[in-house]
């Protein structure tokens, strides 16, 4: 159909006939626009949610090696988080509004709703980030705001974490066999309290910053449980920088258990061991994810989960660089440095590969979203179930 208005409006250019008809293409490539939008999930929050990890990762704060500008480009990075995540829940609360009961389907359909926890994973990057790019560059007022909306975080995500897995545990929609790493995403915003305190603690009163910590280390401790039963690489390595963080930021003010000084250097040392012992569990499901991907890179298309490639490899790539930085290991801070290099050039791939989809029609449209349920058992990457003569069958043919 675009075909055959172009090869009109070539023939007929300027005219007050082609002037209409060109009006007319805007206005119903517009309306076939919005009518995609019925297909917009909550998976889209996977793309501001990687895009606020990667801002905190590219904060000077964050890096054992910086250079000027560095803090430039990571502000960049984050206002343009702040604009995506704008036009994300514009276009999602736009779905809502024009498609009635899109709202509630989303919220129990079997993939759809594990991706709910996309929402508050990028609010957690962006709250992270007021630490980060915000308060140096304020007043005390946007240490008072960070600490209430980090408490009002820790609140929700709970709500989510429990409301979820009570679904999840007993909805006739989900069965065992359709389980994936997506059933981590319920937890994974709770346990990013820890994480969001760790940022901003040594921002807060130490009147405020302990609570704080505490709240943070028991998100963090329950996600870290929870998500150990799946296959996952972000949950072990932001539990990781969380407890280096956290032990970095006690406040020096009560003297609980003896001079604080001698508490904080204690604190370091073993959430330094600690890190490095839970951390070689992410370093092991990194590599099986590399060696996985790689295996079946021919069958791979687009999807917005591709954005996983960024984000859970955000903790990962800053508990690398933070374990250097506590153990003054230029070489460990090297490593921290190239995958930093590594990730950010993941995030312009996946994005590329984000526009050509959406172009493409190959998301947002209909049979192809999370909105859409398909059996774990009819994709094509599983193969067929097969009986003992058979494979005694292959075996014999194989011998021979």
Same mark, same amino acid.
Not at 25 to 50: C, D, I, K, Q
Not at 128 to 140: F, H
Not at 254 to 261: L, Q, T
Not at 282 to 297: H, K, T
């Given at each position: 159909?675009?075909?055959?208005?172009?090869?009109?409006?070539?023939?007929?250019?300027?005219?007050?006939?082609?002037?209409?008809?060109?009006?007319?293409?805007?206005?119903?490539?517009?309306?076939?626009?919005?009518?995609?939008?019925?297909?917009?999930?909550?998976?889209?929050?996977?793309?501001?949610? $990687?895009?606020?990890?990667?801002?905190?990762?590219?904060?000077?704060?964050?890096?054992?090696?910086?250079?000027?500008?560095?803090?430039?480009?990571?502000?960049?990075?984050?206002?343009?988080?702040? #604009?995506?995540?704008?036009?994300?829940?514009?276009? %999602?609360?736009?779905?809502? /509004?024009?498609?009635?009961?899109?709202?509630?389907?989303? /919220?129990?359909?079997?993939?759809?709703?594990?991706?709910?926890?996309?929402?508050?994973?990028?609010?957690?990057?962006?709250?992270?980030?007021?630490?980060?790019? =915000?308060?140096?560059?304020?007043?005390?007022?946007?240490?008072?705001?960070?600490?209430?909306?980090?408490?009002?975080?820790?609140? !929700?995500?709970?709500?989510?974490?429990?409301?979820?897995?009570?679904?999840?545990?007993?909805?006739?929609?989900?069965?065992?066999?359709?389980?994936?790493?997506?059933?981590?995403?319920?937890?994974?915003?709770?346990?990013?309290? =820890?994480?969001?305190?760790?940022?901003?603690?040594?921002? +807060?009163?130490?009147?405020? $910053?302990?609570?704080?910590?505490?709240?943070?280390?028991?998100?963090?401790?329950?996600?870290?449980?929870?998500?150990?039963?799946?296959?996952?690489?972000?949950?072990?390595?932001?539990?990781?920088?969380?407890?280096?963080?956290?032990?970095?930021?006690?406040?020096?003010?009560?003297?609980?258990?003896?001079?604080?000084?001698?508490? /904080?250097?204690?604190?370091?040392?073993?959430?330094?061991?600690?890190? #490095?012992?839970?951390?070689?569990?992410?370093?092991?499901?990194?590599?099986?994810?590399?060696?996985?991907? %790689?295996?079946?890179?021919?069958?791979?298309?687009?999807?917005?989960?591709?954005?996983?490639?960024?984000?859970?490899?955000?903790?990962?790539?800053?508990? %690398?660089?933070? /374990?250097?930085?506590?153990? +003054?290991?230029?070489?460990?801070?090297? !490593?921290?440095?190239?995958?930093?290099?590594?990730?950010?050039?993941?995030?312009?791939? !996946?994005?590329?590969?984000?526009?050509?989809?959406?172009?493409?029609?190959?998301?947002?449209?209909?049979?192809?979203?999370?909105?859409?349920?398909?059996?774990?058992?009819?994709?094509?990457?599983?193969?067929?179930?097969?009986?003992?003569?058979?494979?005694?069958?292959?075996?014999?043919?194989?011998?021979?």
């Amino acid at each position: 159909m675009f075909q055959e208005q172009g090869s009109s409006s070539s023939s007929t250019y300027g005219s007050p006939q082609n002037t209409q008809y060109q009006r007319g293409g805007r206005t119903s490539g517009v309306s076939e626009f919005l009518a995609r939008l019925e297909h917009f999930t909550w998976a889209n929050y996977t793309f501001p949610m $990687a895009t606020g990890g990667l801002a905190l990762l590219l904060a000077e704060q964050t890096q054992g090696f910086t250079f000027r500008g560095l803090q430039t480009i990571g502000t960049i990075v984050y206002i343009f988080d702040l #604009v995506i995540f704008s036009l994300v829940t514009a276009a %999602i609360t736009y779905r809502f /509004v024009k498609f009635p009961g899109t709202l509630k389907s989303s /919220v129990t359909h079997p993939t759809e709703a594990l991706f709910l926890g996309t929402s508050t994973l990028s609010l957690a990057s962006i709250i992270a980030g007021i630490a980060r790019y =915000g308060i140096p560059a304020c007043g005390p007022w946007l240490v008072t705001t960070y600490r209430i909306l980090f408490w009002i975080y820790f609140a !929700v995500t709970f709500g989510i974490a429990v409301g979820q897995y009570a679904f999840l545990f007993t909805s006739p929609l989900l069965r065992i066999e359709d389980m994936t790493p997506a059933w981590d995403l319920p937890i994974f915003p709770f346990m990013l309290s =820890g994480t969001v305190a760790a940022a901003g603690a040594a921002t +807060q009163p130490p009147d405020q $910053a302990l609570p704080m910590i505490i709240g943070g280390l028991m998100a963090q401790g329950l996600g870290m449980l929870v998500s150990i039963l799946m296959y996952a690489v972000g949950p072990p390595s932001f539990t990781s920088l969380a407890i280096i963080g956290m032990a970095v930021d006690f406040p020096q003010h009560y003297n609980y258990f003896g001079a604080d000084s001698t508490t /904080v250097q204690i604190l370091r040392v073993l959430a330094t061991s600690t890190s #490095v012992f839970i951390w070689s569990l992410s370093l092991w499901f990194f590599c099986i994810s590399v060696i996985a991907n %790689i295996a079946v890179r021919d069958q791979l298309t687009f999807r917005l989960n591709w954005y996983a490639y960024v984000f859970p490899n955000v903790g990962f790539t800053i508990t %690398i660089i933070s /374990v250097g930085k506590e153990l +003054q290991s230029n070489g460990v801070m090297a !490593v921290g440095s190239a995958m930093t290099i590594l990730l950010v050039m993941m995030w312009i791939f !996946v994005f590329i590969n984000h526009v050509k989809a959406v172009i493409d029609r190959r998301i947002w449209f209909e049979g192809r979203d999370e909105d859409f349920y398909v059996n774990e058992k009819d994709h094509a990457h599983v193969k067929p179930v097969k009986s003992g003569n058979d494979i005694e069958k292959e075996a014999g043919e194989k011998q021979q």
